[in-house]
């Protein structure tokens, strides 16, 4: 007895008359801002908090370790073999301009996190949430308007971010020149170009504010104002002074 015949399976699946299946097309691809991917409008994608941005320039840095190699060069030297008065007068001296090196120029920065912006100067500390920012701007230095009631705005203005007059007009005249000379940089937008004109101090002025508008498009939440004495800055400049001082008085 033969066994009845199997059921037909289900009819391959026929192109439809609406014409040929779509093709995915290519993922838009964007390409980083010049000087790198920003963190002022990025955030990871978990959702944790972005990284810190540090602002800072980067010539009183190098001018702090090169002073503290040189000074602790000639402390080890005037122990080994100088006079002890002679010594201990010379090392307070050293110590003293230590502390006034790491104050103005090692100590000095910006900080810009999620929930505002530290400014950080020789014997004082400022910090301003993203909420109350209204504007960044550059003058000898550079500052950050803040409001501090409605209608009623305050700035502060960064030690450590800084350009005189003629640092500016000095390096936008190199950069325009070298715009113009070079064949590669005749090939680039006329946004970057224009950004090279520009000192570091103002790149880094607009991308602060641009780190506000974000924050403050995302909702930043009010905080309270905050100002603050750097007693340890202070400390290291002040207490060698009055060493010295003494030194010299006995």
């Not at 199997?6 to 439809?16: I, K, V, Y």
Request: proline share 10%.
């Amino acid at each position: 007895m033969s066994s009845p015949p199997a059921s037909p399976g289900p009819p391959p699946e026929q192109a439809g008359p609406a014409g040929p299946a779509r093709v995915a097309g290519p993922q838009p691809m964007t390409s980083p801002s010049p000087g790198g991917p920003s963190t002022a409008t990025k955030r990871p994608a978990d959702g944790a908090a972005a990284e810190p941005e540090v602002f800072r320039l980067g010539a009183p840095v190098v001018i702090w370790w090169i002073w503290l190699v040189f000074a602790a060069g000639n402390l080890v030297d005037l122990a080994i073999q100088a006079q002890p008065r002679f010594a201990v007068v010379v090392s307070a001296i050293l110590v003293m301009i230590t502390g006034v090196a790491y104050a103005c120029g090692f100590r000095p920065r910006v900080t810009a996190d999620d929930t505002g912006i530290t400014v950080v100067n020789p014997v004082r500390e400022f910090r301003v949430p993203w909420a109350a920012v209204r504007e960044v701007d550059v003058r000898d230095w550079v500052r950050i308007h803040y409001a501090t009631a409605p209608g009623t705005t305050k700035k502060i203005e960064s030690w450590a971010l800084f350009a005189t007059a003629r640092v500016k007009r000095n390096y936008s005249q190199r950069a325009q020149a070298y715009a113009a000379k070079s064949a590669e940089t005749a090939r680039m937008p006329d946004e970057a170009k224009r950004l090279m004109t520009l000192p570091a101090v103002v790149v880094i002025a607009r991308r602060i504010e641009a780190r506000a508008r974000a924050e403050q498009a995302r909702g930043a939440p009010a905080g309270a104002l905050s100002k603050t004495w750097a007693w340890q800055s202070i400390a290291t400049m002040a207490l060698p002074a009055i060493a010295l001082t003494i030194v010299l008085l006995t």
